[in-house]
């Protein structure tokens, strides 16, 4: 049985060390678990077995593809019961990550003429820009800490409850953490007889997500969410759907595999989720995702949420004695259980751009600055006005990155521990305190800062 405290021994590349501007090597510390997480050594052994015994899927006859074949539904299984997928009426369908399967269900879903599309302001672009290559996107408000404002979702349910083709909201923010209270949504929804999609990217690693079944109001009728941010970055996707979305029209994608019979002038397309799989599938990303899955059940979602949770709480009571310190959402270290260990911030009036260069360049700490593909959002936490908005928007297209509105990021993931954040502080504190050894450039094409004087030698830690 794995435990959490496996967990820093059971990551891959845990201790590699990088190299730094003074020249000393130190153990990489990764604070960036939203993005993408590694990968754990269970699953990374699971596939490097599973290598012996690859073979094409689905019309291949030797036992290989046999068993590939077997594995990859197996996968699919092990998808369903994680997230209490009940009903016969979804089906799961398999791609490449959280962005292309809500682009997926948004060219697929069906939509009746004069319908919206419901989200908010506090989303990942990629629950917010596929709606709008589909429909009127109406996007619920967020308060000044970035809350979703549910007095607000509740008033636009009110006012567009009849055109509303479907409800998007994510189930966490990847840029405050804030966990958004889905199961309450799912009912509103749902009494307006509307349907109801969780872009759950940011929340499936860290807690429960229940799929419940359709009788239940509280029910989530779609979800996308990626491998990568759940230990098994190999390329996988997922999109669980109401299986009538997908059974009229013609698939997005087409080719082989997407059909039961094709003629020179006619085709009967196959059932879903085949249907919606063109082309040969991903067969080791959904092994990998499905080993990640089971390890996460070994140690228990209610042990990595604790986890998560008493590092936040450990992290947001340091981080506020930082000198100049702002950190957006929530400070509130009591409410730790609302939230994921996702924390934004900036120090004084530094550019973002140039604390995380410090964190990489000093202490060897991974972290990521900017908008979080999600600007609405940062723009409206940092409150930036229309015309700050417009200036900013003649700079970029001008190809100037120099003053982009942002924050620095840290995020969690189930094998981070107090000493690292320990680290993290003590490197805040003297970026806050100005001890800094290099002499950073601007490029303003990117953003990004520089020490001058130092470049990487990728060659000497990795080569192809
Ligand atoms: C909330 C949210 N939704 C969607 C995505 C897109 O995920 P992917 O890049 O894996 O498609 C992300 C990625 O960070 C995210 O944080």
Redesign the pocket.
Known sequence: MFTIDDMKNELVGFDKLVPTLSGEEKRYIFLDN???TPTLKPVMNTVNTFMEWYASIHRGTGFKSQLSTHLYEQSREIVRQFFNVQDEEHTIIFG???????NKLARRIPLKEGNIILTSRM??H??DLPWRMRAPVVHVDVDKNGRLDMDDLKGKLKDYSSKIGLVSI?????VTGYINPIDEIAELVHSYGSEFMV?A??LAPHRTIDMKSQDDPSHIDYL?F?A??IYAPFGL?VLIANRSAFEEGDPDYVGGGTVDIVSIDHVFWTDVPEKEEAGTPNVVGAIALAKALRVIQEIGMDNVAAHEANLTKYALHKMKKIPGMTLFGSTDEDDVDNRLGVISFNIGNMPHALVASILNYESAIGVRNGC??AHPYIKSLLEVTQEEDAALEERILHHDRSVIPGAVRMSFGIYNDQSEIDIFIEALDKIARNDIKGDYILDKRTGEYKPKGFEMQFDKYFKL
């Open positions: 939203s993005a993408s490449k990550n959280a962005t292309e399967s809500i989303e990942h990629s629950n994510t189930g966490a923010s990847n872009d990217a940011q996308a990626s990568h941010k996707g979080f593909c």
